[in-house]
């Protein structure tokens, strides 16, 4: 199951301008319209004050703006004001840009987190990275440095590839987060990380591994909307390799890991486990939602006090298909191939139930 990754053809080669204008670098170039991801989102969302960033702009002699847009989003975030109930948004020309994107310090005490995020809610506070146009954006963490780093904030990012990041492709902690059309790929630890946190996905998310160490997606303490459900609507999530493709661990609260929406999709290929939830938490897929998991050694894993519940669950070529221990259920309308033991495997005070 292929993880389509960002191209990066032109990078650095593009300065961003308005609409209409002319360039003075020379050449075509995009126009400021926020493009497909950020079309996609509420209204609210995009009524933001937008600073500019291109691989050929100026940290010293640019201003942010449009015809003269900053070198880095280190100094874009460093411009932005820390007023609460403002809207910020990081625009990045296409190019290669080196993370992390860190707002937590410039952000971290501001009180921009405030307000919980969900499916149908717009922040009163929010810091915004997202490509000027899809596709077109790659942030680098060099094996070194995550891409976006967010601890007690509210941000949304969009439209980017991150590449080699270390921890986390997307490291969110004590704030909130809506991700949309986001691609990560080599994550040494996760793709998207969140920790007693909110979170809210969207679009396509793909992210890719390599070895047998990482996780896709990582939840833990993660209360996200009102009601503890992390409600992910019309979201394509795939990832492929590595430890865990979604993993969710709440101890604290009883959180919910649930997709619903004619164009969900889940898919988890070639990880040692597939879904695995622990500890109070559960992960939920309505019947209009292909679930797939093709190569691992658990496909659905729910352990200590935890649930699965999956309308439509699909298995290709992995050990065992359903796993519940430590009163567990697991309860999925599956189709299996290739799966040994699909059937089984629930501890005497576990249920595991297919149709």
């Known amino acids: 199951m292929a993880v389509i990754a960002v ?27 926020p493009g497909r991801p950020a079309d996609r989102l509420p209204l609210a969302l995009r009524r933001t004050h937008e600073v500019f960033v291109s691989a050929r702009g100026s940290d010293r002699t640019g201003d942010g703006s449009v015809r003269h847009p900053f070198r880095t989003p280190a100094r874009a975030v460093e411009t932005l004001p820390t007023a609460i109930g403002r809207r910020y948004s990081i625009v990045l020309a296409p190019g290669a840009y080196s993370g992390p994107v860190d707002l937590s310090a410039k952000f971290g005490s501001a009180g921009l987190s405030s307000y919980a995020i969900s499916a149908g809610d717009a922040p009163r506070s929010l810091v915004a990275i997202r490509a000027l146009r899809p596709d077109t954006v790659v942030i680098d963490g060099h ?140 992960f939920f897929a309505g019947k209009e939602v292909p679930t797939t998991v093709t190569d691992a050694q658990d496909a659905f894993i729910a352990q200590a006090l935890s649930g699965i519940d999956s309308g439509q669950a699909r298995i290709y070529r992995s050990s065992t298909g359903a796993r519940a221990t430590k009163r567990s259920v697991v309860v999925l309308d599956l189709v299996a191939e290739d799966a040994v033991g699909a059937r089984d495997v629930a501890d005497e005070s576990s249920d595991v139930m297919i149709d």
């Open 7 to 33: 191209s990066a053809s032109g990078c650095g080669d593009e300065t961003v301008r308005e609409r209409g204008s002319n360039n003075s670098a020379g050449g075509t170039t995009p126009s400021a319209n």
């Open 143 to 282: 094996g070194q440095r995550s891409c976006v780093v967010a601890r007690q904030v509210t941000v949304l990012v969009s439209g980017i590839e991150c590449r080699d990041p270390k921890p986390a492709g997307i490291d969110v902690a004590q704030g909130s987060a809506m991700i949309d059309d986001v691609t990560v790929s080599r994550p040494s630890v996760a793709g998207i990380a969140v920790e007693h946190g909110q979170l809210y996905l969207g679009g396509d998310i793909r992210v890719e591994m390599v070895g047998d160490v990482a996780i896709g997606v990582s939840i833990r303490g993660a209360s996200a909307a009102r009601d503890g459900t992390l409600l992910n609507h019309d979201l394509r999530l795939k990832t492929r390799g590595g430890r865990i493709g979604v993993f969710v661990r709440d101890r604290s609260a009883f959180s919910i890991f649930a997709l619903r929406g004619g164009d969900s999709e889940l898919a988890v290929g070639s990880a040692i486990y597939g879904v695995n939830v622990q500890e109070g938490s559960s």
